[in-house]
Nanobody
């Protein structure tokens, strides 16, 4: 069974930083891409950042220069470093892992971690 677990969400003041982590637990799941999405109250879920096995990161325009996505080499673990946080970054942040199990393409979502930016 595949589990995707996020952690690191918290209440932080504007201008502060947080580091989110995503751990994908599954012996047969080969993760090719790991993405972070977020959903604010009353808004649709949106893509924040993504990274592939080859390590090429991509970012939404609204986080470029502030957020950095990474993956631990050889591990199904990823991180989202968030700096210079703004109140509009308040949302539930979800990890989305895509890859293969036994040659079949699959993808899984975590339950999310709450990030609140407020003074």
């Amino acid at each position: 069974q595949v589990q995707v677990v996020e952690s690191g969400g918290d209440l932080v003041q504007p201008g502060g930083s947080l580091r989110l982590s995503c751990v994908v637990s599954a012996s047969r799941f080969r993760v090719y891409a790991m993405n972070w999405h977020r959903q604010a109250p009353g808004k649709q879920r949106e893509l924040v950042a993504g990274i592939t096995t080859h390590g090429y990161p991509e970012y939404a325009d609204f986080v470029k220069g502030r957020f950095a996505i990474s993956r631990d080499s050889g591990e199904n673990t990823g991180h989202l470093q968030m700096n210079d946080l703004k109140p509009e970054d308040t949302a539930i942040y979800y990890c989305h892992a895509g890859g293969t199990i036994g040659g079949a393409m699959v993808d899984y979502w975590g339950q999310g971690t709450q990030v609140t930016v407020s003074s």
